[in-house]
């Protein structure tokens, strides 16, 4: 008999559900979008019900179209989208739509937190209060919509709230807690102290479990919706970007991951705990028991080229667009663009920040538009790669995971930006590579990460850094780094009109 594992990979655009076999081949992959509500500028939501729906979907699909046999599923696990409050209530029924990670309201929250806990609050939570973190969005909701708070019994993640509705048992994992803020990271446990001073009470924190821990088994009623068998086991999972270094096998220092989601994320894996990036990197708990990560987010990545695609160039394929790039030249043609249209992460934690082309000239064509959005996102992570350098953290190897990991003219910029070589995976699911990863080392189909990353994850092609190209982009990096000094009094300015005339 065939045994698979599933690994959802619950993300901000779509959920992508990849079945795998013992020997770490990706026998079938299932995907559905579900949409983003902004209602204001700032604002960021999704319906839980689309997450449960689109992963039913999924599933349903992998076992009618792809015939993998119910009874052939040993195990399930997550890669989840990180942050999002979901509210729960009485009966555990959903109170309000899911606040997300790029959900920048909350501005006034992160200000009373920082006011009321200084560096209390870093030392706990080895973090700095973010506007994209769960802990002032639970703020907010108390602040602004009483009748809801009032109702609120419990609070979850996104993909806890699909792995509720799977199993019917509460519960969230490290990885995911950390991001939380509510964690109290040394001693494992929600902390009491920043739950006494935010008048949270204890009981709304679900409870806590590894990655790698049994949650629960499908549900008869799970069962009966979705076509799966009662004896699969279900994991904990983990945050997106734990998942996703674990599927990029990013499992020693030297190696850092590039992921290109809807967000952008260059992540590093750390062994020491007391590591100190004063809070422009943030610090989690990883998937890897007893292991952590750093990371920085630039929050429209890939969310910047949806945008510029959806705006300017909706009758081409993702691809030709793309592709349309290397029609310009490196620095396209002198024009730059900063990826600040939501707001900023790291490594300026800014929600009011906006984007910019800066050197527009009558002789520019699209395709230097296109260039300057892939290069200057690219630019964003060198940011926060110059942090690392700035720390003396060394390292070697980029792994580029993600959407934009499927464009082979992106990875070579990747490489010649960060001067550094640029390894691809044969599949750019990390997450979903990572959460399928995460069930099969809860079966105790291998004994570590290590030893299953052997046998499931495979690199594809190895970009090198042209020299000429690196030089040029080093000089023009540093014409990008000045960009946000300069145009953030007038973002605020310009943030300012939109809220008096919206
Ligand atoms: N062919 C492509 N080439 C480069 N980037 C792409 C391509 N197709 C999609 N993308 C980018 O990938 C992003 C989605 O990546 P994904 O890892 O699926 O995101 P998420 O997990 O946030 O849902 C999109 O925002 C888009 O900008
Ligand atoms: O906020 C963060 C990390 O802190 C984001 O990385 C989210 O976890 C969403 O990820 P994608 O949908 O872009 O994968």
Not at 70 to 86: A, D, K, N
Not at 337 to 365: L, N, Q, W
Not at 464 to 491: C, E, F, M, R
Request: net charge negative; aromatic share 10%; glycine share 8%.
């Amino acid at each position: 008999m065939n045994e698979y594992v599933l690994g959802v990979d619950l993300g901000t655009s779509a959920v992508k559900v990849s079945a795998m076999n013992r020997d770490g081949e990706i026998v079938a992959q299932q995907a559905f979008d579900y949409p983003l509500i902004q209602a204001k500028p700032g604002y960021s939501e999704q319906n839980p019900e689309d997450w449960v729906s689109g992963t039913t979907v999924a599933i349903v699909r992998l076992i009618l179209d792809d015939h993998i046999k119910p009874e052939e599923i040993s195990g399930i696990s997550f890669s989840g989208q990180m942050h999002g409050l979901v509210l729960l209530g009485e009966n555990n029924q959903v109170l309000r739509p899911a606040i997300l990670w790029n959900d920048t309201r909350t501005a006034k929250q992160c200000q009373e937190i920082k006011a009321k806990m200084g560096s209390e609050f870093v030392d706990i939570t080895k973090n700095q209060p973010l506007e994209g973190f769960t802990l002032p969005k639970m703020l907010w909701v108390k602040e602004n919509e009483p009748d809801i708070w009032s109702q609120a019994k419990t609070f979850l993640l996104p993909k806890d709230y699909v792995r509720y509705r799977m199993t019917g048992k509460l519960g969230m994992d490290y990885s995911d807690a950390t991001g939380t803020v509510l964690l109290d990271v040394k001693n494992g446990q929600w902390s009491q102290k920043i739950c006494d001073v935010f008048d949270i009470p204890m009981s709304m924190c679900p409870p806590l479990m590894r990655s790698i821990d049994l949650a629960g088994k499908i549900s008869s009623s799970f069962a009966t919706f979705s076509g799966l068998d009662t004896h699969t086991e279900v994991f904990g999972g983990a945050a997106d970007n734990a998942a996703g270094a674990v599927g990029a096998s990013i499992l020693s220092p030297n190696m850092v991951l590039s992921s290109i989601g809807t967000s952008g994320v260059v992540l590093k894996y750390e062994e020491d705990p007391t590591v100190d990036y004063h809070g422009v990197l943030q610090f989690e708990d990883h998937a890897i028991p007893d292991s952590y990560y750093s990371m920085g987010v630039t929050l429209a990545a890939g969310y910047s080229l949806n945008w510029f695609k959806k705006t300017f160039a909706s009758d081409e394929s993702f691809d030709d667009m793309v592709d349309s790039a290397a029609k310009s030249t490196v620095g396209a043609n002198g024009l730059l663009y900063t990826p600040y249209i939501v707001g900023e992460r790291a490594p300026h934690p800014d929600a009011d920040i906006r984007g910019s082309f800066t050197g527009v000239d009558g002789t520019h064509k699209k395709v230097d538009f296109v260039r300057a959005v892939l290069e200057g996102i690219i630019f964003s992570f060198k940011d926060i790669m110059d942090i690392y350098d700035e720390n003396d953290k060394e390292f070697d190897t980029v792994v580029a995971i993600g959407g934009g990991a499927k464009s082979p003219l992106w990875l070579q910029i990747q490489a010649d930006i960060f001067n550094k070589k640029v390894v691809s995976l044969t599949n750019e699911q990390g997450p979903g590579m990572g959460a399928a990863m995460i069930a099969a080392v809860g079966l105790g189909w291998f004994k570590d990460f290590q030893e299953c990353a052997e046998k499931f994850v495979h690199f594809g092609k190895t970009y090198v850094p042209n020299p000429d190209n690196a030089k040029k982009y080093d000089q023009l990096h540093k014409i990008y780094a000045q960009v946000y000094d300069q145009t953030k009094g007038i973002s605020k300015q310009l943030l300012a009109y939109r809220r008096e005339n919206n």
